[in-house]
């Protein structure tokens, strides 16, 4: 090993900064009193010219990126946070990762809700260096306070199920996780951030963005000053995707609709067995499959793509209309998100090719929003042309960070 002596400026400036990082000067400071973060760890930070670098190498076959690489001016700190909730309402630690630009200065946040994940391991907090999580990291870069939650049953919260598509629990976690990231800020970070907040998400976080954005509107106004709302790929609709699904000979993602029964039976939403529901061995495989261990396409090689070998011949034909089926489709309707009079500009996004939530759920509820009486400047429809399920993930996002870039410099 070489010695530090032989690089005495090196030596030098090291010693001074971490003199400084001790902070001995300050021991007689109240400790911060933190009501929703509960812990912080610093997971990496990013200097301006690795990220502009790593975007530039993604716009040829990504020109849409242009306007998040020219608006690139910061370095990046990322976190990976714990902080307090509740569920079913008792108290849990859930947890989510945090990217903030370096400096001082006073940022707006965006929350983005991610879309529907099977692994614990590919959870935001725990695997942030999946691409996915690195771009929006990124995007911290351009001047935004970006919080990603894990949702409950990831991360830190890994020991409870998934409740996949559960309305109460997912607004409420998501809020408190943005409180947390206010407290961050406030007490730990150099950085101030703005009441403003952009939100955005894709397939479960599409839905969950909509539901967050009602939630917020109506809740927490004062507390949250809800600039924007962009929403790509939702299954908006729970009652009108099973129709889809159970119209359909074949359904190539069987384990979304798995992953729904299995929550709501979990939480007793579903008060009927899941072998009312779906043949066997699917019926037994759907209970135990969803553990955290397993990835979509794994669950799907356990269960069948063909809809009348997946699903019981009574629900085939009654699912909407047989009594035995009401708790199944109230547990639908009740998290199904039907439009309202926004006041916040909502962008839907869909790919217009998508097979797994079909784009007529985003015309439905565009439509629906205009009907409400809400003006055609505020919501936008935005078609992804042949863009399916999957593939529609980046240009959906790409597209929503630049609306945002452009909304906040006239904020």
């Not at 301006?48 to 716009?59: A, E, H, M, W």
């Not at 939480?267 to 019926?283: L, M, V």
């Amino acid at each position: 090993m070489k010695s530090l002596l032989k690089y005495p400026i090196i030596f030098l400036f090291a010693l001074v900064a971490l003199l400084n990082g001790c902070d001995l000067n300050n021991n007689n400071d109240p400790e911060p009193t933190d009501r929703y973060l509960v812990s912080f760890e610093k997971h990496k930070t990013y200097l301006p010219s690795f990220i502009k670098f790593g975007l530039n190498t993604l716009l040829p076959q990504n020109p849409e990126l242009k306007t998040i690489v020219d608006n690139l001016q910061y370095g990046v700190e990322v976190y990976k946070i714990t902080y307090n909730t509740k569920f079913e309402g008792k108290d849990i630690v859930a947890s989510g990762l945090v990217s903030v630009p370096m400096g001082e200065g006073s940022f707006p946040v965006i929350s983005y809700q991610n879309g529907t994940n099977t692994l614990n391991s590919n959870a935001p907090s725990v695997n942030p260096d999946n691409e996915l999580y690195l771009l929006l990291e990124f995007v911290a870069s351009t001047g935004f306070i970006v919080s990603v939650p894990d949702y409950l049953g990831f991360g830190a919260s890994a020991s409870m199920y998934h409740p996949y598509y559960d309305r109460k629990s997912t607004v409420e976690s998501v809020t408190d996780m943005l409180r947390a990231v206010n407290e961050l800020v406030k007490n730990y970070l150099v950085i101030t951030n703005k009441k403003d907040l952009y939100i955005m998400g894709y397939s479960q976080g599409g839905w969950a963005t909509m539901e967050l954005q009602k939630y917020i509107e109506e809740n927490y106004a004062s507390e949250f000053d809800l600039k924007a709302s962009a929403s790509g790929g939702g299954g908006y609709d729970l009652r009108y995707i099973n129709n889809y699904i159970l119209g359909q000979t074949e359904y190539p993602m069987p384990y979304f609709i798995g992953y729904i029964m299995n929550s709501y039976i979990k939480s007793g939403k579903i008060t009927i067995p899941a072998t009312d529901i779906f043949k066997s061995p699917y019926s037994e495989r759907i209970l135990t499959l969803f553990d955290g261990t397993k990835s979509g396409e794994q669950i799907n090689a356990q269960l069948t793509s063909k809809t009348a070998d997946l699903f019981t011949a009574e629900y085939l034909s009654g699912a909407n209309t047989n009594s035995k089926f009401i708790s199944v489709m109230s547990s639908l309707t009740n998290n199904s998100r039907s439009a309202w009079k926004t006041n916040v500009p909502t962008l839907i996004l869909h790919g217009t090719e998508d097979n797994y939530v079909p784009p007529q759920v985003s015309t439905n509820i565009y439509t629906d929003f205009l009907t409400k009486g809400v003006p055609a400047s505020l919501v936008t429809l935005v078609p992804i042309p042949g863009a399916g399920h999957n593939s529609a993930i980046i240009p959906t996002g790409v597209a929503s960070i630049n609306w945002f870039i452009e909304l906040s410099k006239k904020n």
